[in-house]
Structure formats: C-alpha cells, structure tokens
C-alpha cells in the first residue's frame, strides 16, 4: 500500500498557545520501501508516525493510501484499512493488560480474519527468536520495558500486513536483542513489505532506503540511497 503525506501538519492547543508538533511535511511511502525518521526527541517525530497511520487527523494537509483520501472516508472505512494493511509498534508497548503475551499476538491474527493455528505458530517462534519462549503466558505487567517493545513489535507484524509503523523499536534493549530486532525488521522488508521507522539509532537508520531528518516539527533535509 503507498501512503502519501502532503503538507501535513498537526497544532495542539495549549490554553491560550498554539503548539504545532508537526508542520508542512510531505513524504512518500511506496510499496516496499523502508523509511526512517531521526531527529532530537520532541522533533514530531512520533506524532508524524500516528498521522500517516491514520490514528490521529492533521490540523492541514492530507494523507493518502492508495486512492483514499483519510480526511473524507468514513472512520468505518479507515478502521477497516488500518486492520487489513497496517501494523504498529508504538514507543510504550500499548499491550492489552489483561491479556498474556501469547493473547495479545493472537488478537491481531483475529482481527485480520487468520487462524489459530497459523498465530500459535507465529507466536511460538516469534517468542524463541527473541528468547521469550517462557513468556508467553506473562501479563504485560511482569514484562521489561523491552521485552514489551517484543512484544508490540510481534503483534504488529502478525498476519503479516504490507506496512508496518515501527516506533524507536531498539530503545531499552541490550545490543544482542537490538541487532535481533533490526534483523527481524529487514527480513520483514526483504518479503516486499513497508516500514516506516522512527529511530535514535543514526547506524540502523542508515539501513534504509531514506532517511529524514527532522527538527521542530518540519523536516530538515532526506537522503536516498
């Protein structure tokens, strides 16, 4: 699926102050490209990653998948393409609580109509790739803050939809589980799938196909291979 992000910005009122978090970015996702977004924290980075996933509405500008313009279909429909083609993997794992590591996987096979025998599998070497294979009964709650990043990036991945939007998924890992997580995140790529990388990491961003950067909202400069 390609998204196109057209002058796009994002203004959040703060009493009598006007914040814009993002403003005037436009960008290209084709199909089977790898993107990465880096720049100091605050820079709208985050903020421009919900918008072109189609989780939160800009202030000006408009977003594109494919033919769909996100600011006149239904929230039915965008619903409905968000399931059947996207993936996230936020920052703070968003994990349902009351739901084990394994359950959580699962729900996404669910939601996009795949069968339990196809996510228990996925699950259960998904898990033993990050050596998290006892974990699958654990609640969010007994997880680290890095075995949740796992975790979200696994449910994003699941059922394997074409583009995935990757928030800072190296933060709080040691460097063997974060050259696992870049290795996971190229294969995924290399099967002709989309992601959309936010990072800190200057040496993992460097693996994708274009990098922007990015300073109070408004991208800096890009650079394509």
């Given at each position: 699926?390609?998204i196109r992000?057209?002058?796009?910005?994002?203004k959040?009122v703060?009493?009598?102050?006007?914040?814009w978090?993002?403003?005037?970015?436009?960008?290209?996702l084709?199909?089977g490209?790898f993107v990465?977004?880096?720049?100091p924290?605050?820079?709208?980075?985050t903020?421009?990653?919900?918008?072109a996933?189609g989780l939160?509405?800009?202030?000006?500008?408009?977003?594109?998948?494919?033919a769909?313009?996100?600011?006149?279909i239904?929230?039915?429909?965008?619903?409905?393409?968000?399931s059947?083609?996207?993936?996230?993997?936020?920052?703070a794992?968003?994990l349902?609580?009351?739901f084990?590591?394994?359950e959580?996987?699962?729900?996404?096979?669910?939601?996009?109509?795949?069968?339990?025998?196809?996510?228990?599998?996925?699950?259960?070497?998904?898990?033993?790739?990050?050596?998290?294979r006892?974990l699958?009964?654990?609640?969010?709650?007994?997880?680290?803050?890095?075995?949740?990043?796992?975790?979200?990036?696994?449910?994003?991945?699941?059922?394997?939809?074409?583009v995935?939007?990757?928030?800072?998924?190296?933060?709080?890992?040691?460097?063997k589980?974060?050259?696992?997580?870049i290795?996971?995140?190229q294969?995924?790529?290399?099967?002709?799938?989309?992601?959309?990388?936010?990072?800190?990491?200057k040496?993992?961003?460097?693996?994708?196909?274009?990098?922007?950067?990015?300073?109070?909202?408004?991208?800096?400069?890009?650079?394509?291979?």
């Amino acid at each position: 699926m390609t998204i196109r992000v057209l002058g796009v910005g994002r203004k959040f009122v703060l009493g009598e102050r006007e914040m814009w978090a993002v403003r005037g970015v436009s960008f290209d996702l084709n199909d089977g490209e790898f993107v990465a977004f880096v720049g100091p924290s605050g820079s709208g980075k985050t903020t421009l990653l919900t918008l072109a996933g189609g989780l939160q509405d800009p202030s000006e500008g408009e977003i594109y998948w494919e033919a769909d313009k996100l600011s006149t279909i239904s929230d039915r429909r965008r619903a409905l393409l968000r399931s059947r083609h996207t993936g996230f993997s936020f920052q703070a794992a968003e994990l349902l609580p009351r739901f084990s590591v394994a359950e959580n996987i699962r729900a996404a096979f669910h939601l996009r109509g795949r069968g339990r025998e196809e996510a228990d599998a996925y699950i259960e070497e998904g898990l033993a790739r990050f050596q998290m294979r006892d974990l699958g009964d654990a609640k969010p709650a007994a997880l680290s803050g890095g075995e949740g990043k796992i975790v979200s990036l696994l449910r994003a991945a699941a059922a394997d939809p074409s583009v995935l939007f990757v928030d800072e998924p190296t933060g709080d890992l040691d460097e063997k589980r974060s050259k696992t997580v870049i290795s996971f995140l190229q294969e995924y790529h290399r099967r002709g799938k989309s992601i959309c990388l936010v990072t800190h990491d200057k040496k993992f961003a460097r693996l994708t196909s274009t990098i922007y950067s990015m300073d109070k909202g408004k991208v800096t400069a890009s650079a394509s291979k």
